[in-house]
C-alpha cells in the first residue's frame, strides 16, 4: 500500500465520505482516515443476530436530498432504497400517548398564525421564529419538544432558525418522499465509498497535520505517516479545531485563526440507546417514534416505517449524564417491556453542534480563509446540519479542491 495520495480526508462520517466520493470521481487518489472501528459518523446502523436492523443517528432520506442521491449513483430500476411507511410521532407523558394536536391551542394558534406572514428566520433564534407565530403556550407545549426531539437537545431553542428545516427547491421524483436503504443507513457510506481510487482505514486517529512545502504529512495515533498535496477535514468542530490549533506549516496564521474560529462553535453529546424486541412482546402500537413532554429524554425513534413480521426497534435518544442501565430501563417501560426481553441492545455516543446565532457570519469568515488555500473542511455545521446540506458542503469543497488540482 502507497503513503502517497492525491487528497486525505479524515473523518468517515456522511461529510469525509461523499467529499472522497466526488473528489474520487474527478480522478483523484483518496486515503480516509477514521478514528473509530467503523466508518459512519452520524449514520449508525445496529444489526442483530438475526440481520434485524436499527438506527442509532439518522434514519431517513428524502427525496429532496437531490445532492446525497446523485453522489449514490442510484442505476434505473435499482431495489437499493425502500420506501418508509407514513407513521406518526405521538407526545409521551407519564405512559400516556397524545396526539400532536391534541396538545395544542387552537384558538392561540389562529390568532397567532397571521404574524407567520413575512416572518423571516434570518438573525433569530428557533424560539424567536417560531413562539410568535403559533404562541408561547403552543410553542412549550409542542414545538419546543418536537425540536428537542428532532434535534436531540435542549438548547435547540436558541439554535438559528435559518439553518434547519428548510424548504428545498428540488426532488427527485424517482422516489418516494421519505426512503431507506435496504440494509441501514451505514450502507450509504459503503455505497459512497465503494470506487477503487478510495482507500478506507479505520481506527486511524490523526494526531498531527504539518504542511511540508507542497505536501501534507499527516500522522496517525498509530505513528503511520501519508502524504498528499491536498487534504480535507470532515471532523466535528471542536476536534477540527484541536487538529489545527497543533498543525505547522499553513500560510501564516492561517491554523491557529482556523483553529479559533472552529472553537467558538459549541457541541453537545447525545447518547443513544438501541434495543430490538419481539414485536409479540409488545402491545405499543406501530408509531414512527415518541417524543417526551415532560423532557425526561429527547426522543425514541422507531423502526416501524420499515416494518419487520417479528422484530421491532426503538433507539432512545437522551442525555449522556444518564446511566445506560436507567435508560435501558426507561426505553423497556416505554415499550411496554422488561430490560430481559430485549433481543439485542447497543450504545452510541454522538457529538453535535450547537451554533449561535451570528453562526453565518463565522462560516463566511472560514470560506474566506479557505479559499484559496489546500485545506477543505465539511461537516454539519456549515449551511445546516441534514446529511443533505452534509453532502452539499462537502461537493462544494470537493469541487474547490479539484478546480485547483486540474483534477
Not at 500500500?1 to 486525505?8: P, R, Y
Not at 436507567?326 to 441492545?345: D, H, R, W
Amino acid at each position: 500500500m502507497t503513503n502517497s495520495f492525491d487528497l486525505i480526508v479524515l473523518g468517515a462520517g456522511v461529510s469525509g465520505a461523499a467529499l472522497a466520493a466526488r473528489s474520487a470521481s474527478k480522478g483523484a487518489r483518496v486515503l480516509l482516515l477514521e478514528r473509530e472501528r467503523e466508518a459512519g459518523g452520524s449514520l449508525c446502523t445496529h444489526v442483530s443476530g438475526e440481520g434485524f436492523w436499527l438506527e442509532l443517528g439518522a434514519h431517513t432520506l428524502y427525496n429532496s436530498y437531490v445532492t446525497l442521491l446523485e453522489l449514490l449513483a442510484l442505476e434505473p430500476g435499482e431495489a437499493w432504497l425502500e420506501e418508509r411507511r407514513n407513521l406518526k410521532y405521538l407526545f409521551e407523558r407519564d405512559g400516556e400517548l397524545h396526539s400532536a394536536f391534541s396538545q395544542l391551542s387552537l384558538f392561540e394558534l389562529l390568532t397567532s398564525l397571521p404574524r407567520a406572514l413575512g416572518a423571516r428566520k434570518e438573525g433569530r433564534s428557533m424560539r424567536e421564529h417560531y413562539e410568535p407565530i403559533v404562541g408561547r403556550r403552543n410553542y412549550e407545549r409542542v414545538l419546543s419538544p418536537m425540536f428537542a426531539a428532532a434535534l436531540l437537545g435542549r438548547e435547540v431553542d436558541e439554535l438559528p432558525a435559518s439553518m434547519l428545516f428548510k424548504s428545498r427547491p428540488r426532488r427527485d421524483r424517482r422516489f418516494p418522499r421519505k426512503l431507506a436503504p435496504r440494509g441501514g443507513m451505514r450502507s450509504v457510506i459503503s455505497r459512497l465509498l465503494c470506487r477503487r481510487e478510495i482507500e478506507l482505514r479505520t481506527s486511524a486517529e490523526a494526531v498531527s497535520m504539518v504542511r511540508d512545502g507542497a505536501l501534507f504529512e499527516v500522522t496517525t495515533a498509530g505513528g503511520q505517516q501519508f502524504r498528499a498535496p491536498y487534504a480535507a477535514l470532515a471532523l466535528p468542530p471542536d476536534s477540527a479545531a484541536r487538529l489545527l490549533s497543533a498543525s505547522t506549516g499553513l500560510d501564516g496564521t492561517l491554523s491557529g485563526t482556523l483553529a479559533q474560529l472552529l472553537g467558538e462553535i459549541r457541541t453537545r453529546e447525545v447518547q443513544t440507546l438501541g434495543a430490538v424486541v419481539k414485536s409479540s412482546a409488545t402491545s405499543l402500537r406501530r408509531v414512527a417514534g415518541l417524543v417526551s413532554l415532560d423532557r425526561s429524554y429527547y426522543s425514541v425513534v422507531a423502526r416501524d416505517p420499515i416494518p419487520n413480521p417479528s422484530l421491532r426497534g426503538f433507539a432512545l435518544h437522551l442525555d449522556p449524564r444518564v446511566h445506560p442501565e436507567e435508560g435501558l430501563a426507561k426505553l423497556a417501560k416505554l415499550v411496554g417491556v422488561t430490560p430481559p426481553q430485549f433481543e439485542s441492545f447497543a450504545r452510541k455516543l454522538t457529538s453535535l453542534p450547537s451554533p449561535a446565532l451570528g453562526h453565518e457570519r463565522l462560516v463566511q469568515r472560514v470560506d474566506e480563509l479557505l479559499s484559496t488555500t489546500p485545506l477543505a473542511i465539511a461537516g454539519n455545521w456549515f449551511g445546516g446540519i441534514s446529511i443533505e446540506d452534509c453532502a452539499i458542503r462537502a461537493v462544494s469543497e470537493a469541487e474547490r479542491l479539484a478546480r485547483q488540482a486540474g483534477w
